[in-house]
């Protein structure tokens, strides 16, 4: 006659009953992220350096798209009740802690504060990739809009800004239009950009995209006066189809 096996110890069913959990656990399929969950994880923090109309809106519009983003001016006192209404991922800070902030700046000063930020901050924008959506005009920027038409607009950014990884962006147009135009219904507004490094330029296309705009790549930096004032693309609002078209005309 056979012996009745005997009882397991409590422990040891503890422990088989836990195995047993963790296999199930293991063979069922994993729940997809939720939406908060993967913005979160694809969050780029920014910093924006001049938090004037356009570096308020875009970075504001940065920030909806769940960025979080620094804003930078030489008062940023005054920019705390700008970020108190865009919640918990806004702050506000100096050039420099921008700067510190993150690899990804926004850089929305008037062009004439180019040779100043170049000699305060030096060699601290190196491997820095810098959207640039500044523009040059005589009457406000003085010689160095000068500097712009002989050398082109671009290629004068990444000269005072030394070893930046500078795409052209988000210049092409007035704060106003960013405003009410992201997000569009029935195709997006198209965005031209430019620069010379791939990756940097795959970033800025992102994060036109999560601005609510359809990037559209005009070439390299030295093609940025092309949509710069005074070029035939700037102010060519259409979506990517019609802004491509108007490129293959000019």
């Known amino acids: 006659m056979a012996t009745p096996a005997s009882p397991l110890d409590p422990k040891r069913r503890l422990l088989l009953g836990a195995a047993a959990c963790a296999a199930l656990a293991a063979s069922l399929p994993r729940p997809a992220r939720s939406q908060s969950a993967r913005r979160k994880a694809a969050a780029q923090p920014i910093g924006v350096i001049g938090a004037g109309q356009i570096g308020g809106?875009?970075?504001?519009?940065?920030?909806?798209?769940?960025?979080?983003?620094l804003f930078s001016s030489r008062h940023?006192?005054?920019?705390k009740p700008m970020v108190a209404e865009m919640g918990t991922l806004a702050r506000a800070g100096t050039v420099a802690e921008a700067i510190a902030f993150s690899d990804v700046l926004f850089l929305a000063t008037p062009y004439g504060a180019l040779p100043q930020l170049s000699r305060d901050h030096a060699e601290a924008w190196r491997g820095k990739i810098v959207l640039d959506a500044t523009n040059a005009f005589d009457h406000r920027d003085g010689p160095i809009a000068e500097e712009t038409r002989r050398d082109g607009i671009g290629l004068t950014t990444a000269r005072y800004l030394r070893g930046a990884r500078v795409v052209r962006a988000f210049n092409f147009m007035g704060a106003a239009q960013f405003a009410s135009e992201h997000h569009r219904q029935g195709g997006l507004v198209a965005v031209p950009i430019a620069g010379d490094d791939k990756a940097?330029?795959?970033?800025?296309?992102?994060?036109?995209?999560?601005?609510?705009?359809?990037?559209?790549?005009?070439?390299?930096?030295s093609s940025a006066d092309r949509f710069a004032p005074g070029g035939p693309l700037f102010r060519q609002v259409g979506t990517a189809e019609e802004f491509r078209r108007k490129m293959g005309a000019q």
Not at 58 to 68: E, F
Not at 206 to 212: C, T
């Open 200 to 221: 940097a330029l795959d970033v800025a296309a992102q994060l036109v995209r999560d601005a609510g705009f359809e990037p559209v790549v005009v070439g390299p930096l």
């Open 57 to 69: 809106t875009i970075g504001g519009l940065w920030v909806k798209a769940g960025h979080p983003v």
């Open 76 to 79: 940023p006192e005054a920019l």
